[in-house]
């Protein structure tokens, strides 16, 4: 999947821990954007974020949900106190500056018991 | 709100047969992105679409953007086993750059 590396590709969580994901983007790409995808569902928009900057963060839920995508080091989605509805699978994805072709991850499992 | 609306929901074909999917909105649209998805795996682009009338082909694959830039079809021509997967259709809003909407996916089963 040309290059977008997120881990972990599973992550079993119970109720009330937190779970963190990382992505780094394709060489050369400097947006990163996070979509959650439910079972037998189309992926929905969570986040678009640049280099120290959240530029859209109109899909994540406004509790519990945060993002990050620091100068140095991955883009992290965090989840506080997870809940059984936060399973699912979260895919980020980078682009190049200018290009609105997003190149996906193998994504990220999220099973919260 | 808005939506995006993908069809067929799923399709079951011969191998060697084509294969045609769509997307339609209420909405008007800059990008349209065609992914195609395997169990467990992430999505894997298949085609961009930039232009209203737009008709882009990889291989097998053509997909055109709609001339009303609200809608979107992909084509695979003389299936083979391994076109086999969920096909995604995603837009892009004029005003939303980065956020796209997908189409809840057409699962594509190919049988020899």
Not at chain 2, 7 to 23: H, R
Not at chain 2, 38 to 66: H, M, W
């Amino acid at each position: 999947n040309a290059g977008v590396m997120q881990n972990p590709r599973h992550l079993v969580r119970r109720r009330g821990q937190e779970a963190r994901l990382r992505c780094s983007p394709m060489k050369g790409h400097s947006h990163v954007y996070w979509y959650r995808q439910l079972p037998e569902e189309g992926l929905k928009f969570m986040v678009y974020l640049q280099k120290e900057n959240i530029i859209d963060e109109s899909g994540m839920p406004k509790e519990r949900f945060s993002a990050e995508f620091p100068k140095e080091g991955p883009s992290i989605l965090r989840i506080q106190q997870v809940v059984r509805g936060d399973s699912a699978a979260y895919f980020c994805a980078s682009s190049p500056v200018g290009v609105g072709e997003l190149f996906f991850g193998e994504g990220s499992r999220l099973t919260v018991l | 709100g808005q939506q995006l609306n993908q069809s067929p929901q799923s399709m079951f074909i011969q191998e060697g047969e084509d294969v045609s999917m769509n997307c339609t909105s209420s909405s008007i649209f800059n990008t349209w992105l065609w992914y195609k998805q395997d169990p467990g795996e992430g999505p894997v682009l298949l085609i961009a679409l930039y232009k209203a009338g737009e008709l882009t082909s990889n291989g097998r694959l053509t997909a055109q953007f709609g001339i009303t830039r609200k809608d979107s079809f992909l084509n695979i021509s003389a299936s083979i086993p391994s076109d086999v997967g969920i096909y995604f259709c995603a837009g892009q809003l004029s005003d939303s750059w980065g956020k796209f909407q997908f189409g809840a996916g057409t699962q594509v089963v190919v049988t020899p």
